[in-house]
Nanobody, 119 residues
Framework: QLQASGGGLVQAGGSLSLSCAAS????????MKWFRQAPGKEREFVAV????????YYANSVKGRFTISRDNAKNTVYLQMNSLKPEDTAVYYC??????????????WGRGTQVTVSS
């Protein structure tokens, strides 16, 4: 089970930090991903981190502004979002994938958390 939190309303240029807590004892064996879905748009990939944190990959739209990290001792993955733009407004979802692959479909999904960036 995955539970995302930390969303909210922020002005453009501001920052937010999302967290996603996972239950279970195999957290470190999963790559963790963040996705987002804006109103009227399809869900899109944001970032992925490998189980050991040795590999990370970001969508071009967030590269240099967002940072994904994880703490396996706490079964938690984070998404630090800086220099936020109105186009970052979306519901953000965390997901667990046994594969470190941009194209693969995650095995588990959390409920989303709303991020709204005002201009």
């Amino acid at each position: 089970q995955l539970q995302a939190s930390g969303g909210g309303l922020v002005q453009a240029g501001g920052s937010l930090s999302l967290s996603c807590a996972a239950s279970g004892r195999t957290f470190s064996t999963y790559a963790m991903k963040w996705f987002r879905q804006a109103p009227g748009k399809e869900r899109e990939f944001v970032a992925v981190i490998s189980g050991s944190s040795s590999l990370r990959y970001y969508a071009n739209s967030v590269k240099g502004r967002f940072t994904i990290s994880r703490d396996n001792a706490k079964n938690t993955v984070y998404l630090q979002m800086n220099s936020l733009k109105p186009e970052d407004t979306a519901v953000y979802y965390c997901a667990a994938d046994p594969r470190y692959s941009i194209a693969s479909t995650p095995e588990y999904w959390g409920r989303g958390t709303q991020v709204t960036v005002s201009s």
